[in-house]
């Protein structure tokens, strides 16, 4: 962990909304509302909800990558503070050292690899994006080691996404997004797209490094399964609005909110060893 970090919250919001403006016929999107959260240093945060519910918003905006294509999400109220920097109006050189410490494990980014690159420049690649000087030796040092980290042969450094199992590929990407030994990962939906029989072993591997390497995390998904297994708290996330907030027994044992109501009961109702209940 970056030094201080452990005394600054990872993240914290006060009553913030995130819109996506208009463009051409399209009318402006809310896409967040009134959102109010707080992590604590070292602590992994789920959220949860349907498609559309506002989850990958609140990772682009968090992560500062934005929206990559299309129109960027943009917060209209409130503040969202994310490692001591205030998003809202925030330079693109505060933006910049912000990006060094949050690594973003995008919801395609398994499926995304540059296919013409092998694993050991695609792990490298954000680095020298940065910085083309950067030391080779070193830097194929730190490549190294983060492949050791998600459980990947050394050989698999000269190989290409094409080559690659999918639950690989998603080891490659996380590889990727902790070059940086970040204080903060995002995760957007870490095991879409990962074949079923290696999911665990993907969200497991992120538990690991989450707790060897002592950063935070907010793991995002629609998946209760994939939160159970990782997170301390989960937040609940129902029409761009977060509608409860806390452990998963507090969240589910006791909801006051009928969309959580309406999750609880569809959760009673499956056999406890089969509880991999997708809520898209």
């Given at each position: 962990?970056?030094?201080?970090?452990?005394?600054?919250?990872?993240?914290?919001t006060?009553?913030?909304?995130?819109?996506?403006?208009?463009?051409?016929?399209?009318?402006?999107?809310?896409?967040?509302?009134?959102?109010?959260?707080r992590?604590?240093?070292?602590?992994?945060?789920?959220?949860?909800?349907?498609?559309?519910?506002?989850?990958?918003?609140?990772?682009?905006?968090f992560?500062?990558?934005?929206?990559?294509?299309?129109?960027?999400?943009?917060?209209t109220?409130?503040?969202?503070?994310?490692?001591?920097?205030?998003l809202?109006?925030?330079?693109?050189?505060?933006?910049?050292?912000?990006?060094?410490?949050?690594?973003?494990?995008?919801?395609?980014?398994?499926?995304?690899?540059?296919?013409?690159?092998t694993?050991?420049?695609?792990v490298?690649?954000?680095?020298?994006?940065?910085?083309?000087?950067f030391?080779?030796?070193?830097?194929?040092?730190?490549?190294?080691?983060?492949?050791?980290?998600?459980?990947?042969?050394?050989?698999?450094?000269?190989?290409y996404?094409?080559?690659?199992?999918s639950?690989?590929?998603?080891r490659?990407?996380?590889?990727?997004?902790?070059?940086?030994?970040?204080?903060?990962?995002?995760?957007?939906?870490?095991?879409?797209?990962?074949?079923?029989?290696?999911r665990?072993?993907?969200?497991?591997?992120?538990?690991e490094?989450?707790?060897?390497?002592?950063?935070?995390?907010?793991?995002?998904?629609?998946?209760l399964?994939?939160?159970?297994?990782?997170?301390?708290?989960?937040?609940?996330?129902?029409?761009g609005?977060l509608?409860?907030l806390?452990?998963?027994?507090?969240?589910?044992?006791?909801?006051?909110?009928?969309?959580?109501?309406?999750?609880?009961?569809?959760?009673a109702?499956?056999?406890?060893?089969?509880?991999?209940?997708?809520?898209?």
């Open positions: 962990m970056k030094s201080g970090a452990a005394s600054v919250p990872p993240i914290t006060d009553d913030l909304t995130i819109e996506y403006p208009s463009r051409g016929a399209s009318p402006a999107f809310v896409a967040v509302h009134g959102l109010n959260l992590m604590e240093p070292g602590e992994v945060v789920g959220l949860l909800g349907e498609t559309g519910s506002g989850k990958s918003t609140i990772a682009r905006v992560s500062g990558t934005g929206s990559g294509t299309g129109v960027r999400p943009v917060i109220g409130g503040e969202a503070t994310v490692l001591g920097f205030p809202r109006r925030i330079s693109r050189r505060k933006l910049a050292r912000l990006t060094c410490s949050v690594g973003m494990l995008a919801q395609d980014a398994a499926e995304t690899l540059p296919a013409t690159m694993v050991a420049e695609i490298a690649e954000p680095v020298l994006e940065r910085d083309r000087r030391n080779h030796r070193a830097l194929d040092a730190r490549v190294a080691t983060m492949v050791d980290a998600v459980r990947l042969p050394l050989a698999a450094l000269a190989q996404p094409y080559e690659l199992s639950g690989q590929r998603q490659v990407a996380l590889a990727r997004a902790l070059v940086f030994e970040p204080t903060l990962l995002i995760a957007d939906e870490p095991t879409a797209g990962v074949d079923v029989l290696v665990d072993d993907v969200i497991d591997l992120i538990g490094l989450q707790r060897e390497r002592s950063f935070s995390a907010l793991v995002i998904s629609h998946d399964a994939v939160l159970r297994r990782v997170a301390n708290r989960i937040g609940v996330m129902h029409q609005v509608v409860a806390g452990t998963i027994d507090d969240v589910f044992d006791d909801p006051s909110h009928p969309y959580v109501s309406g999750l609880a009961a569809a959760l109702e499956v056999p406890e060893d089969i509880r991999d209940v997708d809520w898209a």
